[in-house]
């Protein structure tokens, strides 16, 4: 864990986390639910990517950072690089519980997963999200983190849920 | 296998298979190779999908369909629903080879996997491609089958090899 009290906002901030271990399963979907943002099966993919990390390692290509607060983990961000490309990475997921909200975390998430990325040489990373009203608040939250619409898939996730395709170079200084 | 030998062209075509069996893998890997366009990297993974669904089977959401000419495998597709989505497929692979090209082979084995796709309810089609010259003739040959270039993810392979992403509604009668 990486003490990192410095939050500007003033709120105790505890640490990031990069070890994934079996009761991590639970927490990635308790956090995914709390959202209330995604359906069961995208919680269901959640925790899957977990399972893969657990049983493969750093192999898997899942790599996961939690944030931790009063000792229990209230967000976390899964990312990883993107098979045949040469520095591309997708952000799989940021997620923050409905409690632990409104304290820069998710912010804090992206950021940390941003400079792991560039420390492994990596040059974009992309996240995918939905054009569904729910995912608003989070589309306009990746624009504040420097992330550019690059793309919009007309119907892709079903008819009227366009998938949106945000992107941002990290060999740049971070915004 | 299907036989169907009303190729318009004048060619004798032999038939569509879509079972899979391990000797496939070295199928797919000489209609890759023999293409001359693809990065060993790129086979590898091709072969990978192929070892997928003989380990999971239609589970493993990899469906393939091979051309046969004279009794020889010439040519093949692989497609598959995109998880978390609601009738969109991916077309992973198109591929012919260098032998049996400029016989509309291509073509036919497209609109078989359009036709499956429909059949299971399949709304969209995509096909991700590559921006480098070598697959120029790929994208000129997606336009002609009526797929619509609706994204470019820049320098998302590599710097300067941008991903170019090709979609067709399928629900509508085939072009």
Redesign the interface.
């Known amino acids: 864990m990486t003490p990192d009290n410095d939050d500007s906002s003033g709120n105790v901030y505890h640490g990031l986390r990069e070890t994934v271990t079996p009761p991590d399963r639970q927490v990635v979907a308790d956090i995914l639910l709390s959202t209330g943002v995604f359906?069961d099966?995208?919680i269901a993919?959640g925790v899957e990517l977990l399972d893969e990390r657990l049983a493969k390692g750093p192999s898997s290509g899942y790599h996961f950072v939690f944030a931790i607060q009063d000792g229990r983990e209230v967000g976390y961000a899964c990312y990883g690089p993107?098979?045949?490309?040469?520095?591309?990475y997708d952000l799989y997921w940021v997620a923050v519980c409905k409690e632990a909200q409104q304290q820069g975390l998710a912010r804090r998430l992206l950021r940390a997963v941003e400079q792991r990325i560039a420390e492994a040489g990596g040059?974009?990373v992309?996240i995918e999200t939905s054009s569904r009203t729910p995912y608003a608040a989070a589309r306009a939250f990746y624009r504040r983190c420097g992330y550019e619409q690059?793309?919009?898939?007309?119907?892709?996730?079903?008819?009227g849920d366009d998938k949106v395709?945000f992107?941002k170079g990290v060999d740049r200084p971070a915004t």
């Open positions: 359906f099966s995208e993919i993107i098979p045949l490309t040469r520095g591309s040059r974009i992309y690059v793309a919009v898939l007309r119907d892709f996730y079903a008819p395709i992107a």
